[in-house]
C-alpha cells in the first residue's frame, strides 16, 4: 500500500493548498501517482490557535472538499504536524492530534539546533502518554543542528519520516541514505503544500531508491505504514 503521511492538501487552512480547485490538483496527481492513503496534516501551532479551534477548521476545510473527491482519489485520512511545543507535552490534550485511527502524531521539531530541553521534551510526550511520536521530515532539521543531535533524538522511542524530495535532490540524497542507514526512517511523505511548490511525488522518491539504494525498502515503508494505520508499534529496528 502506497501511503503519505505528511500533506497539506487540505484547501485554505494552512499554508498549503489555497482553495477546492489547488486541492483537487493535488490529489489528482497523487491519484496518478498510485497512492492509496493521503495524510492531511495541516500545521498545528499550539501559540496560534487552540486545539478545538483548530480541528473545528480541519473539519470544515474536509466537508468543503468532499464533494469535490473522484473515487480515483485516494482515501484522505486526517491529522496534525504538529509544532513543537513545551506547553503540549503534559497536556492530556495532544492525543486529539493524532492521526484518524491511531495514536501516532506527527511531531515536529523547531528550526533551531535540538537541544537537550527539546530532545527531554520529546522523550517525556513519548513515555508519559499512549502517544506514538513520529518525527516530521527528520532529514531537514539537519540544516539546524548536528547529525550527533539529531541521532540523539531519533534514538528515542519515536519513528522518523522522510520527505520524497529530499530523495530526489542530489544534496540532500547523502543525509537520506545516512539516516536510512542508521535505521531512523520507517515512513515517508510528499509535504505537498502547493501545486506548483517543488514538492516530489512518492514514486519518483521510489525510483531513487530502487535504482540507488535498496528496492526491498519500497515493501518496508509500505508494511511500515500499514502496521501504523493498524495502530500497531513499530519496533525500533533498522526498518528500512
Ligand atoms: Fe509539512
Redesign the pocket.
Known amino acids: 500500500m502506497k501511503i503519505d503521511f505528511?500533506?497539506?492538501i487540505l484547501p485554505g487552512i494552512d499554508d498549503?493548498s489555497r482553495n477546492i480547485e489547488e486541492s483537487v490538483a493535488l490529489l489528482d496527481m497523487m491519484s496518478e501517482d498510485g497512492v492509496d492513503i493521503v495524510c492531511a496534516?495541516p500545521?498545528f501551532y499550539m501559540h496560534k490557535v487552540s486545539i478545538d479551534r483548530f480541528i473545528e477548521n480541519r473539519n470544515n476545510a474536509y466537508e468543503q472538499l468532499k464533494p469535490h473527491l473522484k473515487p480515483e482519489h485516494p482515501k484522505i485520512l486526517l491529522g496534525a504536524?504538529v509544532l513543537y511545543n513545551h506547553a503540549l507535552v503534559h497536556s492530556e490534550e495532544a492525543g486529539r492530534l493524532c492521526l484518524q485511527g491511531t495514536d501516532y502524531l506527527l511531531w515536529?521539531m523547531p528550526y533551531t539546533k535540538l537541544t537537550s530541553d527539546i530532545i527531554r521534551d520529546t522523550e517525556e510526550l513519548s513515555q508519559n502518554t499512549q502517544l506514538k511520536l513520529m518525527i516530521?521530515?527528520i532529514e531537514r532539521y539537519l540544516n539546524f543542528t548536528s547529525y550527533n543531535e539529531l541521532s540523539e533524538l531519533m534514538r528515542l522511542d519515536v519513528i522518523g519520516q522522510i520527505n520524497a524530495v529530499s530523495l530526489t535532490k542530489f544534496s540532500s540524497r547523502r543525509s537520506c541514505k545516512k539516516l536510512i542507514d542508521d535505521g531512523f526512517v520507517y515512513v515517508m511523505?510528499t509535504?505537498y503544500?502547493r501545486t506548483n511548490s517543488g514538492h516530489a511525488l512518492l514514486g519518483q522518491a521510489e525510483e531513487v531508491i530502487r535504482k540507488k539504494f535498496e528496492p526491498r525498502m519500497i515493501e518496508r515503508i509500505a508494511h511500515n505504514g500499514e502496521k501504523i494505520l493498524r495502530n500497531e508499534p513499530l519496533h525500533k529496528l533498522r526498518c528500512l
Open positions: 505528511h500533506s497539506h498549503g496534516t500545521h504536524e515536529e516530521a521530515h511523505g509535504d503544500h
